[in-house]
């Protein structure tokens, strides 16, 4: 927050940007020019009736006038700036540039803000477009309706002695397709209308997420359930509105199932008391005698912990995805391969805990903690099924060399020199 000794240099700047002379406000003041003028170049103090009338002259209020801008406007105006080339030195300007010009600088955080929400648009309308399954199936049947109508135009316009049958069948052909046409088209605009979070799921996968966000992902249910009562609620939430079909209510039970295990493994009481006492996930599986796993599963299951939780495969493919402010993942389609996620894929049984910068304005900081190991039993005979999980928890911003740099994907990422990169930003260079 600015000094309120600096309040007299924002008296002048407002009067001058009101047009008021300086012996004219001093009149309506009631006090004498001079006077004024040692305020506004702060050699004198100003507070209480004094400042709430030259304030209420300028058209202002008299906190603006003693405290200056107000600090979520600069910090607006931070986000608005962060990540432009040669802002860093300006940053520390804001607070007076935002007292100057009050109306500028809201326009400004203003625009920022539209423009990270415009960003964030175009990332998901991006990954809708790259992968989305939906979007590719109606796609196809567009371009092979009109496909079929070109080759029967074509038909009728070459075909000078076409029989009479023939043509009344090419014509009903047209009809046909172009009703085809039009209905897949209605369905196309229907679905690229719908916002991202009103599009259908794309899967039993969307199913399930769903249905935990709409809970927070804390299932009140599970947590106080009995060891003899976790299948029958189990079987209870898995009939939930979100899980329409009988996939995804197959998958609810597993989640659900596992989750009970994990609370009967560490109970959410103890867990609460290590994350007050700022303990790491492997510092509690040691307290809480249970496996590092089943921490990362949990620590993600606390609303107050603000934690993304990602699980995948060996093929890499997500099988869980919870997001997180600034760590967007992505709807569909593969995910930056830097994340630690799939490099613990590369060393099973082995915790990698690493700090990661998020691509974006501004970047996003997180501690990550990840971790592969085998689902279920092993058996002779066949390969081990290894599954990774990766928990991320807000972590204090620090010098940027310190972190890994990552991406939501490559089509969604604007660094541009990553050696990862497999496919270029959708927008063009960054």
């Known amino acids: 927050m600015a000094s309120a000794g600096h309040a007299g240099s924002r008296i002048r700047e407002r009067r001058i940007m009101a047009g008021i002379k300086q012996a004219d406000l001093a009149k309506a003041a009631g006090i004498s020019a001079s006077y004024l003028n040692l305020i506004e170049h702060n050699r004198r103090r100003i507070g209480g009736g004094l400042l709430a009338t030259i304030a209420r002259e300028l058209g202002t209020e008299a906190q603006a006038l003693s405290e200056g801008a107000g600090r979520a406007l600069v910090a607006g105006l931070e986000d608005a700036v962060a990540g432009h080339a040669g802002a860093a030195a300006d940053i520390a300007e804001l607070e007076d540039f935002a007292a100057r010009f009050p109306d500028l600088a809201r326009l400004m955080a203003e625009q920022g803000g539209a423009v990270r929400r415009l960003e964030r648009t175009v990332a998901t309308l991006s990954d809708r477009l790259a992968h989305d399954p939906i979007l590719s199936a109606s796609l196809h049947e567009v371009l092979s309706v009109v496909t079929a ?135 509690v599986a040691v307290r809480a005698g249970c496996g590092l796993g089943t921490v990362l599963r949990r620590i993600a299951s606390v609303p107050e912990a603000g934690a993304a939780l990602l699980s995948c495969d060996l093929s890499g493919t997500m099988i869980l995805r919870k997001p997180a402010p600034g760590f967007p993942a992505p709807r569909l389609g593969a995910a930056c391969p830097l994340w630690p996620l799939f490099e613990a894929l590369l060393r099973p049984g082995v915790p990698i805990a690493r700090d990661i910068e998020m691509d974006g304005r501004p970047p996003a900081r997180f501690a990550a903690y990840a971790l592969a190991e085998p689902s279920g039993p092993p058996a002779f005979g066949r390969p081990p099924v290894i599954e990774a999980t990766m928990l991320l928890l807000p972590a204090a911003a620090g010098p940027a060399e310190a972190a890994l740099p990552v991406g939501a994907a490559c089509r969604l990422c604007t660094r541009d020199a990553c050696p990862a990169r497999r496919e270029p930003f959708i927008a063009g260079s960054a």
């Open 149 to 283: 109508m070109r080759s029967t135009a074509a038909i009728l316009a070459e075909t000078r002695d076409l029989e009479a049958v023939w043509t009344e069948r090419f014509h009903r052909n047209l009809a046909e397709d172009g009703d085809r046409l039009a209905g897949a088209a209605e369905d196309l605009a229907r679905y690229l209308d719908a916002s991202s979070e009103d599009a259908a799921p794309a899967g039993p996968l969307e199913e399930l997420e769903r249905f935990l966000a709409a809970r927070n992902w804390h299932i009140l249910e599970i947590e106080t359930a009995g060891a003899g009562d976790a299948d029958r609620i189990a079987e209870e939430l898995s009939q939930a509105k979100e899980l329409e079909s009988a996939a995804a209510q197959r998958l609810a039970r597993g989640h659900l199932a596992r989750a009970a295990a994990d609370a009967r493994a560490l109970p959410l009481g103890p867990l609460r008391e290590a994350l007050r006492e700022g303990l790491d996930p492997a510092a």
